[in-house]
């Protein structure tokens, strides 16, 4: 048991501490070499608070080791030969519904859109389908506020669309994974509504009342504390005050879970992926989250449920009663949780979940989602590494840049429309070449990048909205839209542009969110039959994994590590061998020789460069069974 006359070296050893303290750094945009310091870690944690003048105080350090002593278990070292399964072969492709296309002429994107459009999936080289909420919802949170999980939501369709959607994807030998929301349900819910209305019925223990709030805050802005009169009680929203968490310590909810995810199951999906899934289990009593904790996270509280003390139980139960009867797989969204935590969350001996999201490379350090900075690609080349070199074969890691959540990578990267196409097509080489399953958001396949929205009235998101109005307390509304601008959802929500025509052919009526004009020279018509086009490179680099089993089994080794704006790595089995090398940066590159007698398979450029990468260059080479240099 770890205490505070433990040693900093022994927290950095411990594999929540480790994540933590990473985590900690990465906020403070420090770096982790601080930590690998002999006299750094040789200090002993009761000394802390002097040493940071009272920043990492008694009460941190009591939060910290109750973390810390709250988990017993360490990842396997031992690595073995990878177990092969198909999720580890597939290409992912998320959709989100109500922008991907509209089959009604609504404005809104719906089931049978979707449909339509299944054979431009198939053509992509698309193994399984990641479809966003299609469940009944009032839709607060744009579906993730789930009303009835056995009902499509009226303006998606109807359950025989989704039935027809379904048969044409397993047709065309595609796999579709739901999402499955179960941190939380909207507060119309009949669960909820019966927990307010009859609090001595079963339901009354389904959520996690209080008589008083304590001081943690939602995502979404604002006290997590919703006060309901008919009960005379708050309720508890780590989400929009729609969003009512549920509560997984009574058994009854967790049969529930049970019972729904094999609905789905049965009806032939192929498997889920789990929002938030690591909130659900929060530490008894709800205690004060620590306020220099919430301070540098940005959110109080976090800390008592991002890795709580039942989580894993719950996900071996939940595998156990709900997926393995129908071998169904599993990727959780677990923000705050880092490697050695989504070890011992995917280890293929865990029987928990097949893999996660981490997000922390999705900012580099010492940022967050809503500042207006460029992405720095030397930081992704360094977390990437670290994944690639230590995560093990008994895990598998989810490669992405983009989802529902989150702005256009492009755009974050460099705005400059010079080096769009290339920027894109560089961030797919990477996505497709390293060793993952990669997932691809819709849209990202042609280059899309962020909207000029114009004015907070244009948007939609409700996380972007309540910020807004949280930051007008502090700033002027031109400061506060540049920062919701800079970080909003909104940017990946708008209609995907499959043509130049009237509102980007999603529709034939106006989109239910601000489009923008960018499809005249982004959409996937023109980029179809154009060899050139960003959509064209990544038909032909998923054709590239999918027919070479190096590229998704296979060893990696990276090379030029220290090489500031170069990513160079090897990618190989006992019958091939790929070379990839990257410039990460606007400038040119000078290359570190290539491997002799290597032929280039493919580039974002249209011919091979000679002693320098020009701007963000990427190059597969194949050298089967050549290491040596020229």
Same mark, same amino acid.
């Given at each position: 048991m770890l ?10 050893a ?27 870690g ?15 105080d008694?009460a ?38 109500r ?10 994107? $719906? ?8 054979d ?9 389908? *990641? ?6 919802? &009032? ?8 009303r ?8 998606f ?15 065309? +030998?595609?796999?579709?994974?739901? #999402?499955?929301?179960?941190?939380h ?10 927990a ?12 996690i ?8 805050? /939602? ?28 509560? *997984?310590?009574?058994p #009854? ?8 995810v ?8 192929? +498997?889920f ?27 109080? !509280? ?20 709900? =997926? ?11 923000? @705050?949780? +880092? ?12 029987g ?6 981490s ?32 995560? !093990? ?5 989810a ?29 797919a %080489? ?12 819709? @849209?990202?396949?042609? !280059? ?20 807004? $109005? ?34 980007? @052919? ?5 989109? *239910?969110?601000?489009?923008? $004009? ?17 959509? /064209? =490179?990544?038909?032909a ?13 296979? $060893? ?41 007698? %290597?032929?280039?398979?493919? @580039?974002?450029? &249209? ?24």
């Open positions: 205490t505070k006359n433990s040693r900093i070296k022994e927290v950095y411990h594999p929540v501490g480790r994540d933590v303290l990473n985590k900690v750094l990465l906020q403070m945009g420090r770096s982790d070499r601080i930590l690998r310091s002999p006299i750094i040789n200090i002993k944690l009761k000394v802390l608070p002097k040493l940071t003048k009272g920043a990492a008694d941190f350090l009591t939060t910290l080791l109750e973390l810390l002593n709250g988990e017993s278990d360490t990842p396997r070292t031992d690595d073995g030969e990878e177990t092969a399964s198909w999720w580890k072969e597939a290409v992912f492709y998320q959709i989100y519904p922008s991907f296309k509209d089959s009604n002429g609504d404005g809104i994107g $719906d089931l049978r859109g979707i449909t339509s459009k299944l431009y999936l198939k053509e992509l080289g698309v193994d399984a389908i *990641w479809l966003s909420p299609v469940y009944d919802s &009032p839709n607060d949170d744009n579906g993730y506020d789930i009835d999980y056995r009902k499509i939501m009226t303006e369709g109807t359950m025989a669309d989704f039935d027809e959607l379904l048969e044409g994807i397993h047709a065309r +030998g595609m796999r579709l994974i739901m #999402d499955l929301v179960v941190n349900t909207s507060d119309e819910h009949e669960w909820f509504k019966k307010v209305e009859e609090p001595d019925s079963k339901y009354g223990d389904y959520y009342f209080r008589n008083e709030p304590n001081n943690w805050t /939602s995502f979404f802005s604002g006290s997590a504390w919703r006060y309901f009169e008919k009960r005379g009680q708050y309720a508890l929203h780590l989400f929009s005050k729609k969003q009512m968490d549920l509560n *997984w310590e009574n #009854d909810v967790r049969r529930e879970v049970d019972d729904l094999g609905w789905w199951l049965k009806k032939g999906v192929d +498997g992926r789990m929002d938030v899934v690591n909130y659900i289990s929060k530490r008894e009593g709800l205690p004060e989250g620590n306020e220099k904790i919430g301070t540098l996270i940005g959110f109080t !509280g976090m800390e008592h449920y991002f890795y709580g003390p039942r989580l894993h139980e719950y996900l071996r139960e939940l595998k156990a009663h709900a =997926f393995a009867p129908f071998n169904a797989f599993s990727v959780g969204e677990t923000p @705050g949780v +880092g490697m050695e935590m989504s070890k011992l969350l995917t280890a293929d001996y865990r928990e979940l097949d893999m996660v999201f997000f922390d490379q999705l900012e580099t350090p010492g940022h967050v989602r809503f500042d207006d900075y460029r992405y720095d690609l030397n930081y992704y080349k360094k977390y990437i590494t670290d994944w690639m070199e230590n995560y !093990g074969t008994h895990c598998r890691m490669l992405f840049y983009e989802n529902h959540d989150n702005p256009r990578m492009v755009s974050k990267v460099n705005p400059d429309p010079q080096y769009r196409t290339v920027l894109a097509k560089l961030l %080489a990477m996505q497709l070449t390293l060793k993952g399953t990669p997932f691809i958001f819709q @849209g990202q396949e042609l !280059g899309m990048v962020n909207k000029s929205f114009s004015s907070i009235t244009e948007m939609h998101d409700v996380e972007s909205l309540n910020l807004y $109005d949280e930051l007008l307390k502090t700033m002027n509304e031109t400061d506060a839209f540049k920062k919701i601008l800079a970080g909003s959802r909104d940017h990946a929500r708008v209609p995907i542009q499959w043509t130049d025509a009237k509102y980007a @052919g999603f529709s034939d009526a106006q989109p *239910w969110i601000y489009a923008g $004009d960018d499809d005249r020279l982004c959409n996937a018509a023109s980029q179809s039959v154009d060899k050139d086009s960003v959509l /064209s =490179f990544y038909r680099l998923i054709d590239l994994r999918s027919n070479h089993e190096a590229l998704i089994y296979g $060893d990696i080794r990276i090379v030029n590590k220290k090489e500031k704006d170069l990513f160079t790595y090897w990618r190989t089995d006992e019958r091939e061998t790929f070379y990839i090398e990257c410039n990460l940066g606007s400038g040119l590159k000078k290359r570190k020789g290539r491997p002799a007698g %290597a032929v280039r398979v493919i @580039g974002n450029y &249209p011919d091979a460069p000679s002693t320098q990468l020009r701007p963000y260059e990427a190059i597969v080479w194949r050298a089967d069974g050549n290491r040596s240099w020229k």
